[in-house]
């Protein structure tokens, strides 16, 4: 299951841990993504929270959190080739893996086709 939160990241449970990245939407309207600065394995974060910067050949952008969370790890593969969040933002290209601590957090979420409308 993936939800959306307004912030443009997503966050796909996957039994007892779940992946947060950012949104298709996200990175097209960054562009070419070249750096990335990750938030700090081991804490937590509150839903909303910025954990982390996105840079792109146009801008910069603070990645929030979709949910209440503790952090376990981040993506390797992504920290060492920035560009996977361009070919696959919501797949290969994920930021985090993740441990949710609100699982109520989950009904403010939007599905996949409320945050298509979302963004138009």
């Known amino acids: 299951m993936t939800k959306y939160h307004t912030e443009h990241t997503w966050l ?37 929270a910025v954990a982390g910067v996105v840079e792109s050949v146009k801008a910069a952008a603070d990645v929030h959190m979709p949910a209440t969370l503790t952090l376990l790890q981040v993506n390797e593969a992504l920290h060492a080739d920035p560009s996977l969040a361009n070919t696959d933002p919501e797949g290969a290209g994920w930021f985090y893996k993740v441990q949710l601590n609100n699982l109520a957090e989950m009904d403010g979420l939007m599905d996949a086709q409320a945050y298509q409308l979302f963004t138009g």
């Open 12 to 48: 796909r449970i996957e039994s007892d841990t779940a992946l947060v990245g950012i949104t298709v939407h996200a990175q097209e309207t960054l562009g070419d993504i070249v750096f990335i600065e990750f938030a700090e394995a081991g804490k937590t974060y509150a839903q909303g």
